[in-house]
């Protein structure tokens, strides 16, 4: 790409927010012929779960079910298709933040806030 070309905002397709393609949190995807740009990688892996619920026209589009996940380090619930805090992968599991401080928090000492979400 040229230097002086710039990729207009794109929408995450998942959660609907708006993305800068250039330096997108979450990645890109493509599908069909078609590039696909992430706030975070929970909504991409979200979208390679299940493309179909997410591309086309809007009467093929299937609904998707509202989940629910807690966000250890401040207890908040966060929709786990759209946590703006983002994803964090220990030990084979997903974990999923409200906030970006959450996930660095966690980041820095996961077996603290897993411990203490287990009492």
């Known amino acids: 790409m040229n230097p002086s070309?710039?990729?207009?905002?794109a929408v995450d397709p998942v959660c609907g927010m708006i993305?800068?393609?250039?330096?997108?949190?979450?990645?890109?995807?493509?599908?069909e012929g078609k590039t696909y740009y992430f706030c975070n990688t929970g909504c991409r892996e979200e979208f390679l779960f299940g493309p179909e619920e997410y591309v086309g026209?809007?009467?093929?589009?299937?609904?998707?079910?509202?989940?629910t996940v807690l966000d250890l380090?401040?207890?908040?619930?966060?929709?786990?298709?759209a946590c703006e805090g983002g994803t964090y992968q220990y030990k084979g599991q997903t974990y999923?933040?409200?906030?970006?401080?959450c996930r660095e928090?966690?980041?820095?000492?996961?077996?603290?806030?897993i411990k203490?979400?287990?009492?």
């Open 96 to 101: 999923y933040f409200c906030d970006p401080r």
């Open 5 to 9: 070309e710039h990729l207009k905002p």
């Open 116 to 119: 203490a979400g287990e009492l």
């Open 57 to 67: 026209p809007v009467e093929r589009r299937t609904e998707r079910p509202f989940i």
């Open 73 to 81: 380090v401040c207890g908040m619930d966060v929709d786990a298709h």
């Open 105 to 113: 928090a966690f980041a820095k000492d996961p077996e603290k806030y």
């Open 19 to 31: 993305v800068d393609p250039e330096s997108c949190a979450g990645g890109t995807y493509e599908h």
